[in-house]
């Protein structure tokens, strides 16, 4: 396995968009979750994102550093070392939900780091960033992922954007679970006017189809993964039909990561909970990338959990005791932890259709 250069990761998107399949975007927080996201990606023979949001990158750095740019480089640098020795599958490094008051202390220092690199020859740290714009106002949204698409040429990676709100909470940030998860067309062609549909440079869109972060009973989230389709739909015909002001110069034959019919590469949030069938129904619109952590976060606490209620009174010096170092050894939790998340992620590989698709 390998970190994936520019080209490579451009390859891949490709790939899944001709492909209808998508990519589990792994969010660790830890070199334990990612050592389980490279194995999993690997016991599936998937190529693979993984991801730090902002809470993750300065958890990372370590709870008296909390810098989230220290943190980003330092998962960075650990991902690309640790990656090398998984043969045969390639990852994409990213970093998740980068809201507005944000921008200044972790992606735009990240995205001029990673310009300076270019201009010395390397190949940037990341593949991608996110900018999180579901909290202003659409046009500001675009403005500011307008100025980030051009560091990201630059840069040499991808932008991801989101619009509309996903309800739920993550990292402190959380939405109402209200008519505001749902994107609209109108919406999609704004994106494309103003943004165009990749000869400004590529990025990856997040429209919300009542998406919701972390984990609810059934019948709380309720998704229209069809909006996607409507989207996608109403975008194209107005590229075919040249109704797109930024866009409608660009034949669809000079976008060479076009897909007929699907003009955005989407991405899936706020997925936990969602049936197989809303799952392959979005990706069958486009969807590339799906964000999957709660349920890994569950799958490697689960299994600590097991552990300890199993030896009690082994990892507990319980009545003057002394316990079984054995048994209270971070290693000897932190592997069965590892193990029961590379699984989970294998089930998401498999659900979204990458398992067994590495490319070569």
């Known amino acids: 396995m390998t970190i994936a250069t520019p080209e490579r990761y451009a390859e891949m998107l490709d790939a899944a968009r001709r492909g ?34 902002v809470g993750g990158s300065a958890y990372f750095s370590g709870q008296a550093v909390n810098d989230r740019v220290v943190g980003s480089l330092a998962f960075a640098a650990f991902a690309h070392e640790v990656a090398a020795r998984y043969p045969g599958i390639t990852v994409a490094l990213h970093t998740d939900h980068c809201a507005k008051q944000y921008l200044d202390s972790w992606v735009r220092p990240l995205l001029d780091h990673e310009i300076e690199q270019v201009k010395r020859g390397e190949e940037p740290t990341f593949q991608s960033h996110m900018w999180d714009g579901s909290t202003v106002p659409l046009e500001e949204n675009l403005d500011i992922a307008a100025e980030l698409l051009d560091k990201s040429v630059r840069a040499h990676t991808v932008l991801e954007i989101e619009i509309g709100a996903v309800g739920g909470e993550e990292d402190g940030h959380s939405a109402a679970i209200d008519e505001r998860l749902y994107s609209t067309p109108a919406d999609g062609l704004r994106v494309a006017e103003r943004l165009g549909l990749g000869e400004h440079g590529r990025y990856m869109a997040a429209f919300t189809f009542g998406n919701v972060h972390g984990s609810y009973k059934p019948g ?117 932890a590892e193990k029961a998340m590379a699984a989970r992620v294998v089930e998401a590989c498999q659900q979204l259709g990458s398992a067994g698709k590495a490319l070569k």
């Open 20 to 53: 209808g399949y998508a990519y589990p975007a792994i969010n660790v927080t830890s070199t334990q979750t990612l050592n389980a996201a490279l194995q999993g990606f690997a016991e599936a023979e998937s190529d693979g994102i993984i991801q730090v949001s």
């Open 220 to 336: 709380v989230v309720k998704l229209r993964p069809d909006l996607l389709g409507r989207i996608q739909s109403e975008v194209w015909q107005a590229l075919c039909d040249g109704r797109l002001t930024e866009a409608s110069c660009v034949s669809t034959c000079t976008l060479p990561d076009m897909v007929e019919g699907k003009p955005f590469a989407l991405v899936f949030h706020g997925g936990s909970g969602s049936t197989p069938e809303e799952i392959a129904q979005a990706v069958s619109h486009g969807v590339v990338k799906m964000n999957i952590d709660t349920d890994t976060q569950y799958a490697f606490t689960r299994a600590i959990a097991g552990h300890m209620f199993k030896h009690y009174d082994s990892v507990l010096k319980v009545d003057g005791e002394v316990g079984e170092k054995k048994f209270y050894d971070p290693r000897s939790w932190g592997k069965k």
